[in-house]
């Protein structure tokens, strides 16, 4: 009878042995699954999609008459001073740019540095001045005034001396490499377009410059008539 019972003490400590094995067997089944729904829960298991921001910035070589805030002006204008009749030629003389009607030059292109500002008639070169009924020329060579070969009879030379006029950079724009043009004349169908400014391949780009102090003189017909005479000029950045 003892030895019986201690058999089955046996069968039963075997019995319990068999069941600690099952659970390791199954706990170690589990980790897989555990580790796969750790990973499915937090996420790493995912999908992707892109997509572009896109921003536009537009502009264009620009030459514009600003004030002394950068604002366009309405209506630029150049007065040469006022002259007294006179039977003999005179010049007079005046400033294209000022404090308050600057040229002013912008280039926003960041691949093309080179650049030109030129004055021309806005009419063209047959253009002349004007009071409404008489006239003078603006790109006749010929001394004191008097006519000379071109298209028209009336005498007149209008003369541009950009070399001592003041080039300023706007904002963190450089000067460098960005030149005042020659003292030039108009003279029909030689010089109609005049120089004033313009940017070499080491010009700052993009950049924004300011012009002003470049010397004008315009030579007057003797007997010219009494008035107000307007010539419309154009600037040009090409
Ligand atoms: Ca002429
Ligand atoms: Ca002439």
Redesign the pocket.
């Known amino acids: 009878m003892k030895k019986i019972k201690k058999i089955l003490n046996m069968d039963i400590t075997q019995e319990i042995h068999i069941n600690e094995e099952s659970q390791l067997a199954a706990l170690i089944a589990l980790v897989p699954m555990l580790v796969f729904s750790f990973f499915f829960s937090t996420g790493l298991v995912s999908a992707a999609e892109t997509t572009d921001l896109s921003q536009s910035i537009t502009g264009a070589l620009d030459v514009k008459i600003v004030d002394g805030s950068g604002n366009e002006v309405a209506s630029p204008n150049v007065a040469f001073p006022s002259k007294n009749f006179a039977a003999t030629s005179q010049t007079s003389a005046a400033v294209l740019g000022t404090a308050s009607e600057k040229m002013r030059v912008t280039n926003p292109r960041g691949n093309v540095a080179t650049w030109s500002l030129n004055l021309a008639a806005t009419s063209g070169a047959?253009a002349?001045w004007s009071n409404g009924t008489s006239n003078y020329?603006f790109?006749?060579a010929t001394a004191l005034a008097a006519d000379g070969g071109?298209?028209?009879s009336i005498g007149g030379q209008l003369s541009v001396d950009p070399s001592a006029g003041t080039l300023a950079g706007v904002g963190t724009t450089s000067g460098a490499n960005v030149s005042l043009g020659a003292f030039s004349a108009f003279n029909?169908g030689t010089v109609d377009s005049i120089d004033i400014l313009s940017a070499a391949a080491g010009a700052q780009k993009p950049g924004v410059w300011d012009l002003t102090g470049v010397n004008i003189s315009q030579s007057i017909p003797g007997m010219q008539a009494t008035g107000a005479y307007t010539i419309n000029m154009t600037l040009t950045a090409i």
Do not use: A, P, R, Y
Request: proline share 0%; no cysteine.
């Open positions: 047959t002349s020329d790109n006749d071109d298209g028209d029909e």
